[in-house]
């Protein structure tokens, strides 16, 4: 390992130094697992454990024939012979009475395993008596097993054509039965026991008959008219099991120290056959004084478990479980050592059977065929196990010493715990589960035996599943009827690893009463967060859709105990306590009732403002399902529905999105409740939205009229729905239409050739209202933006307190607002919401228009191709056309020059073609066209809708936080594992930030001074806006409106390009890289004051969304100006539009945000929530921020020249602490330098550079650079600025206001005229400055070559 650090230390080019150690505190955004998890629960594993045909054996018939005294006439028996049957020597007694006895024993022997069956003896009976006794007991054991147990001591052996000899009735003939006829009788399920030499001929015979009467079904079933058909055929033999003593060649052993009837008294007196087995080995002369004399005095009963015998047979069904489980498939397993008790036990004694027989040439043969298991090594523990037994025995009985127990249990318990604590991953499951099973049985072990069990339950749901499958399930169910305190935390966590993994078992716990356990560890303020947070999560289970459930925990007083447990500080708990309630009113009204008595929807709004996200998340849809009850309705809870809508309406802006799709499920159970309320309002938006004139978009579409694309004025940008699209997804993307084809999106040239900020991906919005072909419409997404704005949603901060009447109108609001969200998943949802019923409010006010929909769909013209005219790329919702010739601007891809204009293509695509999903309804469809599939019914009854909504609409949070309990709890998180690849990397990354830093600063100490070796220039697919520099490696952002590109800057090449998502009338006004230090996010900040984040960008990976939310929400609309390409620089006072302005404070996790608003907010990433709102107090746009975390300071340069400096740890009416008023005009940058005694430097475009020290009121110096400045920047460490003018060239200075450098032209061998600067950017450690031109291109410029 130290020689793997000192090479990596010698690939970094470093010496041995540690990397800064601030690197590994600085905390990380957005990195939790809400942002690298799709939210949706784990796809669930099919549970096999649960018997779905548990059995009984009911009835068993003992066919004995002995024929004591004469022996048959084909086996030669040795003299001595073996000679006890049932442990009775036949020939102690007359031959009736010895025959009666051995009936009546084998009968007990058997009533030991399965005391309730109804047994019939049939002693030496002719084939009619055996016909009978089957016959009688198939006709009352019905469905159930029928066990036959054949005894052919006396008879001779069974012959090649499948046939057993019984009597004739005066007992001169031995008369052959056939196994086709006893199959008949028998019928199935049966088990089937066969003790007599060569009985593997039997179980051959069996199995050729069962495969006769098979192809005989077969052929009935086929053919009706077959002979067969007419017969009344016998039943199928296939789930019927045999245990036959040897194989067909095979003779039973005769030695005359065992019993004749070895089989027999291996399945049904294991321990005293095994006993006696081992004593006549060689090895039991090491337990001096034991006899079989001695043998047959062991003290105790079998059941006892205290006793020896007891403890003995209990240590023998463990071990044979055990090499069960091992050996046997797992299906094979369940079927006979879990179905059937005296099955289980049989088979149990079969593998000893096994074991015994085969010591003498035996080998006893089973159907199913079980593998080998005589040498398993679970056996030595046997036989140690009875070693000790023994060695005792000779001073117990002749000393009354006491018994010391088996230290069998505990031994297997180390050997689990081993195999926990030592073993790697993926390996072989532990040979030990089954012991720990019975161990559950002792109280000596079972808290040891729980506290392992909840260590291997906490590997994940295999662990579970094989737990399960094991048969732990009764167990652990019978043991919540223990009133033992200390077993609580071990159940209580074994219990939610069981349900995280098979919800099923909630029926189970409420028929036991097991909820009741669970309430009262909830109730328990003694006991720890974690572990009431189990016992709530187990009660949301029992309570999730099951209304036996709800209704026993309501009566078990669950909501009291939950909304006592609102505030706790354990943040599970919470979520869980508010997830629970959720479950618990959800379709149950009684309880909704009860939490309107407790007031727990008032209790509840705490959460909303909780810090932990999904807290807050959580509480949204308590409250959801709160409003969402579909019982009658009266004026206190409408009333109180009310309330719970308003108070949810204030998370409208909620920095995270996964509260905000909670919140859009939550208010559509409202819209489901009130939907005739909703559709009133939802007309008056739709008639309002028609009377309100926009400007037509440019152009109408004629074939000859060729327009730029990114020159048209503001026409709503088109949305992309999956986590929109990235240009590598696109290209892949064949035939968008015809128009199309002649762009020729081939693979290699497609990036190059086009940006994907004008592509829109399959079901995105592009209809606008009043489309040329006919007079429908649907709300698309430019139509609800312009619905939003006209409604103006600014007085959403006055919610609280408007007339219950407009409650229906402000809700629509915020669906219309969360229908605009910079998150897709959240506007998706909100657009279904707000589609559906603004179709249900057209179908409702027009119902004679009906009947037309199927012509209405036909009255666009058909659409070129019938092969997929859209683009559609994988894991997306399937495509829509547009409707809008208007809109097809948004289909064309950008020119590859500017100068060749796109055409925009001349038709219409229909509807009519496309594919049926999961009854969507798409932002383009028409009103009446009914929708796919089912929507057709729907349309008639408003039932169909309501479900619609309330079905399709979900956000999959609950399944997503019970992901939490299935996985494990207790294992070291990877990134704390120092021997890990994640901590390797993180290292790497961390030494490559020092060596970074330490070279760097050596540079920039020497001084600079020249800055003008141009070391990168490349053509930017647009126009760039604004440029950043990762600080550690050699890739730098380039954004234009609303696309980003990734350059790297050493080798000259494009690592991405990708669509960035804001809307059409939108810009991308600045850029962060978020942990820059370690996992780089991107944030961008676009003027409609939304913020997005990303991950996987400029690697091989598509560039994700991790998050987006409004970050700054009534950005002024009077100040937005579009950024019309040069014009915006010329003067920006007059333009007004500062967009959005962000600063990043990695230390403390807070994002300032200000733009053209009058106030700065910050956001706390970790909560992400606004944490402060500032006042600047002035009437003008900030267009700067810079802040320094040590001092809280933050510094604002305004549009109106004045810089302000805040102090964000006072109150919002003292926090401005000065204000500086020096320069008369748009302030391009105000900087704050990061240490103690760092200076404000601010600079206006009048090119003015002002030095201010906070303290005092004046500048302490003032610098004249270029006028009319369009861009500046200042290096953090270097003491360096640059200025970007109108005038086409970069002026560089250093703080004395000496000219370094002046660039003018770009190298090479025209070295042609830069163009008008429109970004400027400094590396924050290396001495590099990005520059980004009006002429497209993005150059690098350096110190010379020898310095660097």
Same mark, same amino acid.
């Given at each position: 390992?130290?020689?793997?650090?000192?090479?990596?230390?010698?690939?970094?080019?470093?010496?041995?130094?540690?990397?800064?150690?601030?690197?590994?505190?600085?905390?990380?955004?957005?990195?939790?697992?809400?942002?690298?998890?799709?939210?949706?629960?784990?796809?669930?594993?099919?549970?096999?454990?649960?018997?779905?045909?548990?059995?009984?054996?009911?009835?068993?018939?003992?066919?004995?024939?002995?024929?004591?005294?004469?022996?048959?006439?084909?086996?030669?028996?040795?003299?001595?012979?073996?000679?006890?049957?049932?442990?009775?020597?036949?020939?102690?007694?007359?031959?009736?009475?010895?025959?009666?006895?051995?009936?009546?024993?084998?009968?007990?022997?058997?009533?030991?395993?399965?005391?309730?069956?109804?047994?019939?003896?049939?002693?030496?009976?002719?084939?009619?008596?055996?016909?009978?006794?089957?016959?009688?007991?198939?006709?009352?054991?019905?469905?159930?097993?029928?066990?036959?147990?054949?005894?052919?001591?006396?008879?001779?052996?069974?012959?090649?054509?499948?046939?057993?000899?019984?009597?004739?009735?005066?007992?001169?003939?031995?008369?052959?039965?056939?196994?086709?006829?006893?199959?008949?009788?028998?019928?199935?399920?049966?088990?089937?026991?066969?003790?007599?030499?060569?009985?593997?001929?039997?179980?051959?015979?069996?199995?050729?008959?069962?495969?006769?009467?098979?192809?005989?079904?077969?052929?009935?079933?086929?053919?009706?008219?077959?002979?067969?058909?007419?017969?009344?055929?016998?039943?199928?033999?296939?789930?019927?099991?045999?245990?036959?003593?040897?194989?067909?060649?095979?003779?039973?052993?005769?030695?005359?120290?065992?019993?004749?009837?070895?089989?027999?008294?291996?399945?049904?007196?294991?321990?005293?056959?095994?006993?006696?087995?081992?004593?006549?080995?060689?090895?039991?002369?090491?337990?001096?004084?034991?006899?079989?004399?001695?043998?047959?005095?062991?003290?105790?009963?079998?059941?006892?478990?205290?006793?020896?015998?007891?403890?003995?047979?209990?240590?023998?069904?463990?071990?044979?479980?055990?090499?069960?489980?091992?050996?046997?498939?797992?299906?094979?397993?369940?079927?006979?050592?879990?179905?059937?008790?005296?099955?289980?036990?049989?088979?149990?004694?079969?593998?000893?059977?096994?074991?015994?027989?085969?010591?003498?040439?035996?080998?006893?043969?089973?159907?199913?065929?079980?593998?080998?298991?005589?040498?398993?090594?679970?056996?030595?523990?046997?036989?140690?196990?009875?070693?000790?037994?023994?060695?005792?025995?000779?001073?117990?009985?002749?000393?009354?010493?006491?018994?010391?127990?088996?230290?069998?249990?505990?031994?297997?318990?180390?050997?689990?715990?081993?195999?926990?604590?030592?073993?790697?991953?993926?390996?072989?499951?532990?040979?030990?589960?089954?012991?720990?099973?019975?161990?559950?049985?002792?109280?000596?072990?079972?808290?040891?035996?729980?506290?392992?069990?909840?260590?291997?339950?906490?590997?994940?749901?295999?662990?579970?599943?094989?737990?399960?499958?094991?048969?732990?399930?009764?167990?652990?169910?019978?043991?919540?009827?223990?009133?033992?305190?200390?077993?609580?935390?071990?159940?209580?966590?074994?219990?939610?690893?069981?349900?995280?993994?098979?919800?099923?078992?909630?029926?189970?716990?409420?028929?036991?009463?097991?909820?009741?356990?669970?309430?009262?560890?909830?109730?328990?303020?003694?006991?720890?967060?974690?572990?009431?947070?189990?016992?709530?999560?187990?009660?949301?289970?029992?309570?999730?859709?099951?209304?036996?459930?709800?209704?026993?925990?309501?009566?078990?007083?669950?909501?009291?105990?939950?909304?006592?447990?609102?505030?706790?500080?354990?943040?599970?708990?919470?979520?869980?306590?508010?997830?629970?309630?959720?479950?618990?009113?959800?379709?149950?009204?009684?309880?909704?009732?009860?939490?309107?008595?407790?007031?727990?929807?008032?209790?509840?709004?705490?959460?909303?403002?909780?810090?932990?996200?999904?807290?807050?998340?959580?509480?949204?849809?308590?409250?959801?399902?709160?409003?969402?009850?579909?019982?009658?309705?009266?004026?206190?809870?409408?009333?109180?529905?009310?309330?719970?809508?308003?108070?949810?309406?204030?998370?409208?802006?909620?920095?995270?999105?996964?509260?905000?799709?909670?919140?859009?499920?939550?208010?559509?159970?409202?819209?489901?409740?009130?939907?005739?309320?909703?559709?009133?309002?939802?007309?008056?938006?739709?008639?309002?939205?028609?009377?309100?004139?926009?400007?037509?978009?440019?152009?109408?579409?004629?074939?000859?009229?060729?327009?730029?694309?990114?020159?048209?004025?503001?026409?709503?940008?088109?949305?992309?729905?999956?986590?929109?699209?990235?240009?590598?997804?696109?290209?892949?993307?064949?035939?968008?239409?015809?128009?199309?084809?002649?762009?020729?999106?081939?693979?290699?040239?497609?990036?190059?050739?086009?940006?994907?900020?004008?592509?829109?991906?399959?079901?995105?919005?592009?209809?606008?209202?009043?489309?040329?072909?006919?007079?429908?419409?649907?709300?698309?997404?430019?139509?609800?933006?312009?619905?939003?704005?006209?409604?103006?949603?600014?007085?959403?901060?006055?919610?609280?307190?408007?007339?219950?009447?407009?409650?229906?109108?402000?809700?629509?609001?915020?669906?219309?607002?969360?229908?605009?969200?910079?998150? *897709? @998943?959240?506007? #998706? /949802?909100?657009?279904? +919401?707000?589609?559906?019923?603004?179709?249900?409010?057209?179908? %409702? &006010? $027009?119902?004679?228009?009906?009947?037309?929909?199927?012509?209405?769909?036909?009255?666009?013209?058909?659409?070129?191709?019938?092969?997929?005219?859209?683009?559609?790329?994988?894991?997306?919702?399937?495509?829509?056309?547009?409707?809008?010739?208007?809109?097809?601007?948004?289909?064309?891809?950008?020119?590859?020059?500017?100068?060749?204009?796109?055409?925009?293509?001349?038709?219409?695509?229909?509807?009519?073609?496309?594919?049926?999903?999961?009854?969507?309804?798409?932002?383009?469809?028409?009103?009446?066209?009914?929708?796919?599939?089912?929507?057709?019914?729907?349309?008639?009854?408003?039932?169909?809708?309501?479900?619609?909504?309330?079905?399709?609409?979900?956000?999959?949070?609950?399944?997503?936080?019970?992901?939490?309990?299935?996985?494990?709890?207790?294992?070291? *998180? @990877?990134?704390? #594992? /120092?021997?890990?690849? +994640?901590?390797?990397?993180?290292?790497?990354?961390?030494?490559? %930030? &020092? $060596?970074?830093?330490?070279?760097?600063?050596?540079?920039?100490?020497?001084?600079?001074?020249?800055?003008?070796?141009?070391?990168?220039?490349?053509?930017?697919?647009?126009?760039?806006?604004?440029?950043?520099?990762?600080?550690?490696?050699?890739?730098?952002?380039?954004?234009?409106?609303?696309?980003?590109?990734?350059?790297?800057?050493?080798?000259?090449?494009?690592?991405?390009?990708?669509?960035?998502?804001?809307?059409?009338?939108?810009?991308?006004?600045?850029?962060?890289?978020?942990?820059?230090?370690?996992?780089?996010?991107?944030?961008?900040?676009?003027?409609?004051?939304?913020?997005?984040?990303?991950?996987?960008?400029?690697?091989?990976?598509?560039?994700?969304?991790?998050?987006?939310?409004?970050?700054?929400?009534?950005?002024?609309?009077?100040?937005?100006?579009?950024?019309?390409?040069?014009?915006?620089?010329?003067?920006?006072?007059?333009?007004?539009?500062?967009?959005?302005?962000?600063?990043?404070?990695?230390?403390?996790?807070?994002?300032?945000?200000?733009?053209?608003?009058?106030?700065?907010?910050?956001?706390?990433?970790?909560?992400?929530?606004?944490?402060?709102?500032?006042?600047?107090?002035?009437?003008?746009?900030?267009?700067?921020?810079?802040?320094?975390?040590?001092?809280?300071?933050?510094?604002?340069?305004?549009?109106?020249?004045?810089?302000?400096?805040?102090?964000?740890?006072?109150?919002?009416?003292?926090?401005?602490?000065?204000?500086?008023?020096?320069?008369?005009?748009?302030?391009?940058?105000?900087?704050?330098?990061?240490?103690?005694?760092?200076?404000?430097?601010?600079?206006?475009?009048?090119?003015?550079?002002?030095?201010?020290?906070?303290?005092?009121?004046?500048?302490?110096?003032?610098?004249?650079?270029?006028?009319?400045?369009?861009?500046?920047?200042?290096?953090?460490?270097?003491?360096?600025?640059?200025?970007?003018?109108?005038?086409?060239?970069?002026?560089?200075?250093?703080?004395?206001?000496?000219?370094?450098?002046?660039?003018?032209?770009?190298?090479?061998?025209?070295?042609?005229?830069?163009?008008?600067?429109?970004?400027?950017?400094?590396?924050?450690?290396?001495?590099?400055?990005?520059?980004?031109?009006?002429?497209?291109?993005?150059?690098?410029?350096?110190?010379?070559?020898?310095?660097?």
């Amino acid at each position: 390992m130290k020689m793997d650090t000192d090479l990596l230390l010698s690939t970094l080019g470093l010496s041995e130094e540690e990397p800064d150690m601030n690197d590994w505190d600085l905390p990380l955004a957005f990195m939790k697992k809400r942002h690298s998890e799709k939210i949706e629960g784990s796809k669930a594993l099919a549970q096999s454990w649960r018997m779905k045909d548990r059995m009984k054996t009911v009835s068993v018939a003992l066919v004995l024939c002995l024929n004591v005294g004469v022996d048959p006439p084909d086996v030669v028996k040795t003299s001595p012979c073996a000679r006890l049957e049932c442990w009775i020597d036949p020939l102690s007694m007359s031959p009736q009475k010895a025959l009666e006895t051995i009936g009546a024993n084998l009968q007990k022997q058997y009533e030991n395993w399965q005391p309730r069956a109804r047994y019939k003896q049939s002693l030496d009976p002719t084939v009619d008596e055996v016909k009978k006794l089957c016959t009688s007991l198939r006709r009352n054991a019905k469905e159930e097993r029928v066990l036959f147990h054949y005894n052919g001591h006396g008879v001779p052996r069974p012959t090649v054509n499948g046939e057993i000899w019984v009597f004739n009735k005066n007992y001169t003939q031995y008369i052959p039965l056939s196994i086709y006829d006893l199959q008949t009788w028998m019928g199935s399920p049966s088990i089937f026991v066969y003790d007599c030499s060569n009985a593997g001929i039997i179980v051959k015979s069996f199995k050729q008959f069962a495969l006769q009467r098979e192809q005989e079904l077969e052929v009935a079933a086929i053919n009706p008219s077959h002979p067969l058909a007419q017969m009344s055929l016998p039943p199928s033999m296939k789930n019927c099991i045999q245990l036959a003593a040897c194989e067909a060649s095979e003779l039973l052993p005769m030695n005359p120290d065992l019993p004749a009837d070895l089989f027999t008294s291996c399945l049904t007196t294991p321990i005293k056959i095994a006993l006696r087995w081992f004593c006549m080995q060689k090895s039991s002369k090491l337990v001096p004084g034991v006899t079989l004399d001695l043998i047959e005095k062991i003290p105790g009963r079998l059941n006892d478990r205290r006793t020896p015998l007891g403890e003995l047979n209990w240590i023998f069904t463990a071990i044979t479980d055990t090499i069960a489980w091992n050996v046997l498939p797992r299906d094979l397993f369940q079927k006979l050592f879990r179905q059937d008790l005296l099955v289980a036990s049989l088979f149990r004694n079969f593998l000893l059977a096994e074991r015994i027989m085969r010591s003498y040439n035996c080998t006893p043969v089973s159907s199913p065929r079980l593998p080998p298991t005589y040498m398993h090594a679970m056996w030595q523990a046997w036989d140690l196990a009875v070693d000790i037994c023994l060695s005792q025995l000779p001073t117990i009985i002749e000393e009354g010493t006491a018994f010391r127990h088996s230290p069998f249990f505990a031994e297997q318990l180390t050997a689990f715990q081993v195999w926990l604590t030592m073993g790697v991953e993926n390996r072989n499951p532990p040979e030990q589960l089954p012991i720990v099973l019975q161990v559950l049985l002792s109280q000596v072990h079972r808290l040891r035996a729980l506290d392992l069990l909840g260590r291997f339950l906490d590997l994940g749901p295999w662990a579970v599943s094989l737990a399960l499958s094991v048969g732990i399930f009764p167990y652990v169910l019978k043991l919540l009827q223990s009133s033992a305190r200390e077993l609580r935390p071990l159940l209580v966590f074994i219990w939610a690893k069981i349900l995280a993994v098979d919800s099923s078992c909630q029926a189970d716990l409420v028929k036991d009463n097991g909820h009741k356990y669970f309430l009262s560890v909830l109730a328990d303020s003694y006991m720890p967060a974690e572990h009431r947070t189990m016992a709530v999560f187990i009660l949301a289970v029992i309570v999730n859709s099951y209304s036996t459930g709800q209704e026993a925990c309501l009566q078990g007083n669950l909501i009291a105990n939950c909304l006592e447990q609102l505030s706790d500080p354990h943040p599970l708990l919470r979520q869980w306590v508010a997830i629970c309630l959720g479950r618990i009113w959800q379709n149950f009204d009684p309880a909704r009732w009860c939490g309107v008595r407790d007031s727990a929807h008032e209790k509840l709004y705490i959460l909303l403002s909780d810090p932990i996200p999904e807290v807050r998340c959580a509480a949204v849809f308590a409250l959801g399902t709160f409003v969402g009850n579909s019982a009658e309705r009266t004026d206190h809870s409408t009333t109180i529905d009310h309330n719970v809508a308003m108070m949810l309406a204030q998370l409208i802006n909620d920095g995270s999105p996964v509260v905000r799709k909670e919140l859009v499920v939550a208010l559509s159970h409202l819209v489901v409740q009130y939907e005739s309320n909703f559709c009133t309002v939802a007309l008056q938006f739709i008639e309002e939205e028609k009377n309100y004139t926009v400007p037509s978009p440019a152009n109408t579409a004629e074939p000859g009229n060729l327009t730029p694309v990114r020159d048209s004025p503001a026409i709503p940008r088109l949305r992309s729905v999956n986590s929109y699209t990235n240009i590598r997804a696109v290209t892949t993307a064949r035939n968008l239409n015809k128009s199309l084809q002649n762009l020729n999106l081939n693979e290699e040239g497609a990036p190059a050739a086009f940006s994907p900020g004008n592509l829109s991906t399959s079901s995105s919005a592009s209809s606008t209202l009043g489309s040329p072909d006919n007079d429908e419409y649907i709300l698309s997404f430019e139509t609800l933006d312009k619905m939003r704005r006209v409604s103006s949603y600014s007085s959403l901060n006055s919610l609280i307190g408007v007339s219950f009447n407009s409650v229906y109108t402000q809700i629509w609001r915020v669906l219309l607002h969360l229908a605009a969200d910079p998150f *897709p @998943e959240v506007s #998706d /949802l909100a657009m279904k +919401v707000l589609n559906c019923i603004a179709y249900k409010a057209m179908m %409702n &006010t $027009r119902p004679q228009r009906i009947l037309d929909s199927g012509s209405l769909t036909q009255s666009a013209p058909a659409s070129p191709t019938s092969k997929g005219t859209h683009i559609h790329h994988a894991g997306g919702s399937p495509p829509m056309p547009s409707t809008s010739s208007s809109s097809l601007t948004n289909e064309v891809p950008k020119p590859p020059t500017r100068d060749q204009p796109a055409t925009r293509p001349p038709y219409t695509p229909t509807i009519g073609g496309q594919a049926p999903h999961s009854h969507q309804f798409p932002r383009t469809r028409k009103m009446f066209d009914k929708g796919p599939e089912q929507a057709a019914e729907d349309g008639d009854e408003p039932c169909g809708h309501r479900n619609y909504i309330s079905a399709t609409l979900q956000t999959g949070l609950c399944d997503w936080s019970a992901k939490y309990f299935a996985q494990p709890v207790t294992k070291i *998180p @990877e990134e704390h #594992d /120092l021997q890990s690849q +994640v901590r390797m990397e993180r290292q790497w990354r961390f030494l490559r %930030n &020092t $060596r970074v830093r330490k070279q760097s600063r050596s540079i920039t100490q020497r001084g600079v001074s020249r800055l003008d070796d141009q070391i990168f220039i490349n053509r930017n697919p647009g126009v760039p806006s604004v440029v950043k520099f990762h600080p550690f490696n050699t890739c730098i952002a380039v954004a234009d409106k609303d696309s980003i590109c990734f350059w790297d800057w050493e080798k000259g090449e494009r690592l991405d390009y990708f669509y960035n998502g804001n809307p059409r009338y939108t810009r991308i006004t600045a850029m962060e890289y978020l942990n820059g230090h370690d996992c780089s996010l991107l944030l961008t900040a676009t003027d409609d004051g939304a913020l997005r984040v990303w991950k996987n960008f400029a690697d091989q990976k598509n560039p994700e969304m991790v998050t987006a939310w409004q970050g700054l929400s009534d950005m002024l609309p009077t100040t937005r100006g579009l950024a019309r390409r040069v014009s915006i620089y010329l003067d920006r006072s007059k333009q007004g539009g500062a967009g959005m302005v962000v600063d990043w404070e990695q230390e403390t996790g807070l994002l300032m945000t200000s733009g053209d608003v009058r106030i700065i907010r910050i956001w706390d990433t970790d909560r992400e929530m606004k944490v402060q709102d500032i006042p600047t107090g002035a009437d003008s746009c900030v267009t700067s921020l810079s802040c320094d975390s040590q001092r809280s300071l933050i510094v604002a340069g305004l549009g109106d020249g004045s810089v302000r400096v805040f102090d964000r740890r006072m109150g919002p009416n003292e926090c401005r602490i000065m204000t500086y008023r020096e320069h008369s005009a748009w302030v391009v940058k105000a900087h704050l330098q990061k240490d103690t005694n760092g200076h404000i430097i601010s600079v206006s475009v009048n090119g003015d550079v002002r030095f201010f020290e906070p303290r005092t009121p004046d500048s302490v110096n003032v610098l004249q650079t270029v006028k009319g400045l369009t861009a500046l920047d200042i290096h953090p460490q270097a003491n360096l600025f640059a200025c970007g003018s109108m005038n086409q060239f970069i002026a560089l200075y250093n703080t004395s206001g000496d000219v370094i450098s002046n660039i003018k032209y770009y190298d090479g061998f025209m070295g042609q005229r830069i163009g008008a600067i429109s970004c400027l950017a400094f590396h924050p450690h290396w001495p590099h400055l990005a520059v980004g031109s009006n002429d497209y291109y993005m150059s690098i410029y350096s110190t010379e070559k020898r310095l660097r």
